[in-house]
């Protein structure tokens, strides 16, 4: 009888805007190496494939090799768990369908699980997290772009087609801004990256009033949130504006799927109590009333790219094996 090799490492991959970092994650949930490179030097998403497998098959090669790996799980902003592809990603270089769990598989031959980022975010705080030991509740990623995942009785919720939670593309102003999908008001035109500079020089073009905003040579949410903590006034509201609208759409979120908690991510997460203040009074104000109190806001305390490494790595785990050099 042949012994049966069971294999007790995979591939975690986490695609974002700006880069994409891949590590080998060992059974236990070890990250055993990693390594990333700049998701925008690669406009083409075949040069992006074959850049990816390359250093994929690299960074195996000299941890152990092929023989120990059982499969490869990638997480990705707009992606389908359920067609394996990327769909019309709104802040991705790559438009359209790109069937982009296919075509790893064919370049790696190893099999290759793909879901959105925010639900391998979900993943990521479920099996490692804030959300570990919770059955209910809600994870919201806030960055470039805004996604969501809820579990119900300790299951994803993924929806028909695999992209319930696009928390980010439902509508809050009637004819609002326009938002990178090409709709009009958005929650993610307004508490998005993108959203919450617009809502700064917003402020700034309506007002004379000093605000240290105005010397900055970049604006963006990290460095709004940096003069919010030397006191500037505008700065504050800026957040105050952005956690208002953001309490709306989650006590919209919560009043439906009735959550022990909604977990926050992202980068813009970090901006802390100049955020989740408002948010919270915003949330408490507009939620079903039989829930009001009794939602828990937390932000996550993981690191955002080693928890959605382990959450791709998680999904690897849950992918049937396969492998063209068995």
């Not at 059974?27 to 040069?47: C, H, K, M, Q, W």
């Not at 004819?175 to 090409?182: A, I, M, V």
């Amino acid at each position: 009888m042949e012994e049966y090799n069971i294999k007790t490492k995979v591939v975690g991959v986490d695609i974002s805007n700006e880069r994409t970092t891949y590590a080998i994650v060992d059974i236990r949930g070890n990250i055993l190496a990693e390594d990333s490179f700049p998701t925008e030097d690669y406009p083409d998403v075949n040069n992006f494939v074959t850049a990816l497998s390359e250093k994929i098959v690299m960074l195996v090669e000299a941890n152990g090799g092929y023989e120990t790996i059982r499969s490869i799980g990638v997480s990705s902003p707009s992606a389908s768990s359920v067609s394996g592809c990327i769909e019309n990603a709104a802040n991705l270089p790559w438009k359209g369908v790109v069937p982009l769990a296919a075509m790893l598989r064919d370049r790696i031959g190893l099999a290759v699980g793909l879901s959105n980022d925010a639900h391998i975010s979900a993943l990521g705080e479920y099996t490692f997290g804030s959300a570990h030991g919770m059955r209910n509740f809600i994870i919201v990623s806030l960055g470039v772009g805004l996604g969501s995942c809820f579990f119900s009785e300790g299951e994803e919720h993924q929806g028909h087609l695999g992209y319930a939670g696009e928390f980010g593309h439902t509508c809050v102003v009637d004819h609002g801004r326009k938002c990178g999908c090409g709709h009009e008001g958005c929650l993610e035109a307004y508490v998005g990256a993108a959203g919450i500079v617009r809502t700064a020089q917003e402020l700034m073009a309506a007002s004379d009033a000093p605000s240290l905003m105005r010397s900055l040579e970049k604006l963006s949410p990290r460095t709004i949130a940096e003069c919010c903590d030397q006191g500037d006034e505008m700065a504050i509201e800026v957040f105050h504006q952005t956690g208002y609208m953001l309490g709306i759409g989650l006590a919209n979120y919560a009043s439906i799927v009735d959550p022990e908690a909604i977990i926050l991510t992202g980068g813009i997460s970090h901006a802390g109590k100049w955020l989740v203040d408002s948010l919270y009074d915003s949330f408490e104000s507009h939620v079903f009333g039989n829930l009001r109190g009794k939602v828990k806001i937390i932000t996550s305390k993981l690191n955002d790219r080693e928890r959605d490494v382990l959450g791709a790595s998680a999904l690897a785990w849950s992918v049937p094996e396969y492998s063209l050099f068995k």
